[in-house]
């Protein structure tokens, strides 16, 4: 199967900047689309970036600007650079990806999470 490892959470102070990265590994034969989605407490989960193997790049409006996202097809990660956060960015931020596993079959993959608090 596949698994996907979050990191780069963590406490920041409105105005900051951080970097979440994810890192996909087991029985991958190829990656598709990726991508980052967030929910906040009460709200549901909404998407935040999706980046093709192509390197096409999709923000949702309340990020553009300000977030970026980037992939490594080499190495089975991709990046959200997040500069400028504000308050309403706190969430849990997940990791997402289409995968073709050895077997041919594909999977649609979610990490566990990492959390980003943006506060003074």
């Known amino acids: 199967q596949v698994q996907l490892v979050e990191s780069g959470g963590g406490l920041v102070q409105p105005g900051g900047s951080l970097r979440l990265s994810c890192a996909a590994s087991g029985s991958i034969f190829s990656i598709d689309g990726m991508g980052w989605y967030r929910q906040a407490p009460g709200k549901q989960r909404e998407l935040v970036a999706s980046?093709?193997?192509?390197?096409?790049?999709n923000y949702a409006d309340s990020v553009k600007g300000r977030f970026t996202i980037s992939r490594d097809n080499a190495k089975n990660t991709v990046g959200l650079q997040m500069n400028s956060l504000k308050p309403e960015d706190t969430a849990v931020y997940y990791c997402?990806?289409?995968?073709?596993?050895?077997?041919?079959?594909?999977?649609?993959?979610w990490g566990r999470g990492t959390l980003v608090t943006v506060s003074s």
């Open positions: 980046i093709t193997s192509g390197g096409s790049t």
């Open positions: 997402n990806a289409d995968t073709t596993v050895t077997t041919r079959a594909r999977l649609n993959v």
